[in-house]
């Protein structure tokens, strides 16, 4: 499974990738919405965990993005991760974003996720 780890915390990224890594699978990063919109549409992943609160393009955003292209990543599965996941969880519905998981995030949360993801998508 190839993830996209979207996160402007630097550390964040460098452990969602480093765990998605070790449970056997590929990772890459962008900095930002920006960055990860012009990712997606070089590369096909089939999970991106995103944050919310980015500069230049907020996860939100990139979520209405993705909806207004499908054609960039019909079958990636986004999973929002972030301290104001909560504040966002009625617009997340509303772009038919299912997961969303509250940081801080314990290691065994994202453990899970990833063991979670695996078996939704070989099902």
């Given at each position: 499974?190839?993830?996209?780890?979207v996160?402007?915390?630097?550390?964040i990224?460098?452990?969602?990738?480093?765990?998605?890594?070790?449970?056997?699978?590929?990772?890459?990063?962008?900095?930002?919405?920006?960055?990860?919109?012009?990712?997606l549409?070089?590369?096909?992943?089939?999970?991106?965990?995103?944050?919310?609160?980015?500069?230049?393009?907020?996860?939100?955003?990139?979520?209405?993005?993705?909806?207004?292209?499908?054609?960039?990543?019909?079958d990636?599965?986004?999973?929002?991760?972030?301290?104001?996941?909560?504040?966002?969880?009625?617009?997340?519905?509303?772009?038919?974003?299912?997961?969303?998981?509250?940081?801080?995030?314990?290691?065994?949360?994202?453990?899970?996720?990833?063991?979670?993801?695996?078996h939704?998508?070989?099902?």
């Open positions: 499974m190839r993830f996209l780890v996160d402007d915390n630097e550390d990224r460098d452990v969602f990738c480093r765990l998605v890594e070790r449970a056997g699978h590929q990772a890459a990063t962008s900095v930002d919405g920006m960055d990860a919109v012009e990712t549409q070089r590369e096909a992943f089939d999970v991106m965990l995103l944050d919310l609160t980015m500069p230049r393009m907020s996860g939100v955003d990139v979520v209405r993005w993705l909806r207004e292209h499908p054609e960039v990543a019909p990636v599965r986004i999973v929002v991760i972030s301290a104001w996941a909560g504040e966002h969880r009625a617009v997340l519905q509303e772009l038919g974003i299912e997961t969303v998981m509250q940081k801080p995030l314990r290691i065994q949360q994202l453990t899970d996720l990833i063991a979670e993801t695996l939704a998508l070989e099902s």
